[in-house]
């Protein structure tokens, strides 16, 4: 998956719509992502959640692109799928934060405790 830069300065996160699962493909999680500026009080979920390791990964949809999530992600999602409040923008570190640039994760991770005050509500999964 290729990520837009984040504008630091700005305070920019990547939020995600996710699209409940259609009937025909119940397994298919489809996920698209934009960019806010948390200067701008967006109202957004948090989730918090144990990334659990990379044995069976699940795949979801990404702005159109296979992207691979560890397998208690895959199954928080399937969850939170259920629950239509859930559907609208959702903030989760593993996904919105690009974890490949080491310089946007570190801040990213810096502000992390913004994040998750701002959030509207924060849902925790323990699997």
Same mark, same amino acid.
């Given at each position: 998956? *290729?990520?837009?830069?984040?504008?630091?300065?700005? $305070?920019?996160? *990547?939020? &995600?719509?996710?699209?409940?699962?259609?009937?025909?493909?119940?397994?298919?999680?489809?996920?698209?992502?934009? !960019?806010?500026? &948390? $200067?701008?009080?967006?109202?957004? =979920?948090?989730?918090?959640?144990? =990334? #659990? #390791?990379?044995?069976?990964?699940? !795949?979801?949809?990404?702005? *159109?692109?296979?992207? %691979?999530? !560890?397998?208690? &992600?895959?199954?928080?999602?399937? %969850? &939170?799928? $259920?629950?239509?409040?859930?559907?609208?923008?959702?903030?989760?570190?593993?996904?919105?934060?690009? $974890?490949?640039?080491? !310089?946007?994760?570190? =801040? %990213?991770? +810096?502000?992390?405790?913004?994040?998750?005050? %701002? +959030?509207?509500?924060?849902?925790? =999964?323990? #699997?």
């Amino acid at each position: 998956h *290729r990520y837009k830069p984040l504008e630091e300065s700005s $305070q920019e996160i *990547r939020l &995600l719509s996710v699209s409940i699962p259609s009937e025909t493909h119940p397994e298919k999680i489809v996920c698209t992502s934009r !960019t806010v500026s &948390l $200067q701008d009080n967006p109202y957004y =979920w948090a989730l918090s959640y144990v =990334w #659990g #390791g990379w044995e069976n990964p699940h !795949t979801i949809v990404l702005d *159109r692109r296979t992207f %691979q999530v !560890t397998r208690n &992600l895959g199954e928080a999602l399937h %969850q &939170l799928c $259920q629950h239509e409040e859930s559907a609208g923008s959702l903030w989760i570190d593993a996904i919105c934060i690009n $974890q490949e640039d080491n !310089t946007e994760k570190s =801040w %990213q991770v +810096a502000m992390m405790g913004r994040i998750y005050t %701002q +959030a509207y509500a924060v849902h925790a =999964w323990l #699997g």
